[in-house]
């Protein structure tokens, strides 16, 4: 079944405004990463984050492991955030299960 | 950010053909794993090293596909009779351990005509 669940699937912002993007995940989860992937493909580590609050920038990454649950927070959007967001789970069996990602645009 | 190196960036083969495609990890990361993407956003993995050691690969892997990292040499996953439906990003990973934190390349965007 369906290892990790990401919602919005797509979100539209005007540039400036706030975005929370959640991952629910079904299995217990012995590591958690956020990716954002550029349009071109490369998907870029913004977060490894097992469990608790971790910062970066405008970047803020919250997941509450024992309720199978994970959000990023991106303050002031800008239009350059645009792109997918991927939360992954690891399960301790060596599997890395990504979800559909979030689908961010941002509008000046 | 990511030093992780793949090769080519797009690749276009006819069906039957073989497509091979290269990734060269972090320095220092010995172990690789290897993801198909496909336009629907889903992620399937394929296979990990640690060094030359095949850690875990999924069936799939084991038919047609082959995949290996030589010491010294870049690591490199084969295609050996394409099919339409392997059409995908695929994407590389490096990370120190296999439950540590993963790297990705920019992956190699595969197309079967």
């Known amino acids: 079944g369906q290892q990790v669940q990401q919602s919005p699937a797509s979100l539209v912002l005007q540039e400036g405004e706030n975005a929370e993007l959640q991952c629910n995940f079904s299995?217990?989860?012995?590591?958690l990463q956020w990716f954002y992937q550029h349009p071109g493909g490369r998907l870029v580590s913004l977060f490894y984050?097992?469990?608790g609050t971790k910062h970066t920038g405008r970047l803020t990454s919250t997941t509450v492991t024992n309720e199978r649950r994970s959000s990023l927070h991106i303050s002031s959007s800008q239009t350059t955030d645009s792109g997918t967001y991927f939360c992954?789970?690891?399960?301790?069996?060596?599997?890395?299960?990504f979800g559909k990602g979030t689908s961010l645009t941002v509008i000046p | 950010n990511s030093k992780v190196i793949q090769t080519p960036r797009y690749l276009v083969k006819g069906q039957g053909q073989k497509a091979k495609m290269r990734c060269i990890p972090e320095?220092?990361?010995?172990?690789v794993f290897w993801y198909q993407q496909n336009k629907n956003n889903e992620f399937k993995f394929l296979i990990n090293?640690?060094?030359?050691?095949?850690?875990?690969q999924i069936d799939m892997t084991e038919k047609r596909f082959s995949a290996e990292c030589p010491s010294n040499s870049p690591c490199s996953l084969e295609i050996q009779s394409s099919e339409a439906g392997d059409s995908a990003l695929y994407l590389c990973?490096?990370?120190?351990?296999?439950?540590?934190?993963?790297?990705f390349g920019p992956g190699t965007r595969l197309t079967v005509l």
């Open positions: 990973a490096s990370s120190l351990d296999r439950d540590a934190e993963q790297f």
């Open positions: 090293f640690q060094n030359q050691e095949v850690l875990q």
């Open positions: 320095k220092g990361h010995p172990v």
């Open positions: 992954a789970i690891h399960t301790g069996y060596q599997n890395f299960y």
């Open positions: 299995s217990t989860a012995t590591r």
């Open positions: 984050n097992p469990s």
